[in-house]
């Protein structure tokens, strides 16, 4: 069995290395090769014979750029072994990231490699090779969920707040992507993510939690804004060995204000009026989560912003709003069991979760600061990104 597993270990060292010759060393003279998959992609098919073999070896960097490969277990009887890992590859030509679990059968001949077949996410890497979006759509727990994914290195899950979309993390993401993993999610309710009955913030942190295991994701930083930072703190308190940093853009630990209550119920009842109603909650939303200088001088952004709004399922929405409003509760006694360190920025001018609720906070959990953030309402991420990039960097 060692012997095996030692052939088997040698072909994977010169393949990731570039060494088209030692890989070949341990490969049948009629060995085939065995990828099921979209032919357009350059390494399907089936083949027979080391010089085909040879082949294949030399056409791989036409087809994938490796970011990663991990090989998790191996299985063995000698003439058959199984590995199972995973990887996260750049498709060419389209240069979209794709990550997929494998599972690669060897069929030993002759003391070489004489068969292979590997078992991949074949579908997901038709539709990298073909599109450059790095969009990605997944049912858990029954909520369909779409997210961009990219970048390498370190993973860092952006989580925006109500009434946006992970489009609010773009110019962000586009930022970091040279250095960290970038993820950022469509809240449940928003884009082109669903909801289910019953759900909650707490529903919310436990699917991406369960997202962040299965996609080789952890320990994360997390970035979350408003709703999403809600979601960061539930997610942090229960899962502390996902979550390596937590950094919370202007959001808060409590319940909802009291006497704020009756206006959100009238916002929410008017998501169902109408576009021109619903047009009206959504530009005093943002009168309210902006300043006016921001206004001013991004009218575009900001009128961008309003269509995105727009966009949304406005029943989805409603239920959204009513999570995170009238359902979160108060969750400040999970703030000392994050042990994480913990970053808090907030908008001098925030209206919805003043400076002092970002200060509570860090006071409350094991390893916090706060940055507060002159000329900067509740959409610091926006307003300044300069601010907010320099303070995302001093942490990841």
Request: some cysteine; glycine content about 8%.
């Amino acid at each position: 069995m060692y012997e095996s597993t030692a052939l088997i270990e040698r072909y994977f060292q010169a393949f990731s290395s570039g060494d088209i010759e030692g890989a070949l060393a341990c490969i049948h003279q009629d060995a085939i090769w065995h990828v099921d998959g979209d032919p357009e992609v350059v390494t399907t098919g089936i083949i027979r014979g080391r010089e085909a073999v040879r082949a294949w070896l030399l056409g791989f960097p036409d087809g994938f750029r490796p970011i990663t490969f991990s090989i998790e277990q191996q299985f063995s009887d000698q003439a058959e072994i199984l590995v199972l890992g995973r990887f996260r590859h750049r498709v060419l030509p389209s240069e979209s990231i794709v990550d997929s679990d494998y599972a690669i059968r060897f069929t030993l001949r002759d003391g070489l490699i004489g068969r292979y077949q590997i078992f991949e996410d074949s579908l997901l890497i038709s539709q990298a090779r073909a599109n450059s979006s790095p969009g990605r759509m997944m049912r858990i727990n029954g909520v369909l969920y779409g997210w961009d994914d990219v970048g390498q290195g370190k993973p860092v899950v952006f989580l925006h707040g109500l009434f946006l979309d992970r489009s609010f993390w773009a110019p962000h993401l586009h930022t970091l992507a040279a250095q960290r993993r970038c993820v950022a999610f469509d809240m449940p309710g928003h884009g082109v993510s669903t909801w289910r009955e019953g759900m909650d913030l707490d529903a919310i942190a436990e699917d991406i939690a369960l997202w962040l295991i299965e996609n080789d994701a952890a320990p994360a930083t997390l970035v979350g804004h408003s709703q999403g930072g809600m979601i960061a703190i539930r997610l942090a308190a229960s899962y502390p060995e996902l979550v390596e940093r937590l950094i919370l853009v202007n959001t808060s630990a409590r319940a909802e204000l009291i006497n704020r209550l009756p206006e959100w119920e009238k916002r929410r009842d008017a998501l169902l009026d109408g576009p021109e109603r619903r047009r009206e909650v959504f530009g005093e939303v943002q009168r309210f989560t902006t300043t006016a200088q921001w206004r001013e001088q991004h009218s575009l952004d900001a009128e961008k912003e309003l269509e995105l709004m727009m966009r949304h399922d406005p029943t989805l929405l409603s239920h959204a709003l009513s999570a995170a409003i009238f359902k979160r509760g108060d969750v400040r006694e999970l703030l000392p069991r994050i042990g994480c360190p913990v970053t808090v920025i907030s908008g001098a001018q925030d209206l919805a979760t003043p400076p002092y609720l970002a200060e509570e906070i860090a006071r409350l959990v094991q390893h916090g600061e706060v940055v507060v953030i002159d000329d900067a309402a509740h959409h610091v991420p926006i307003e300044v990104p300069k601010n907010f990039i320099e303070a995302v960097l001093n942490e990841v």
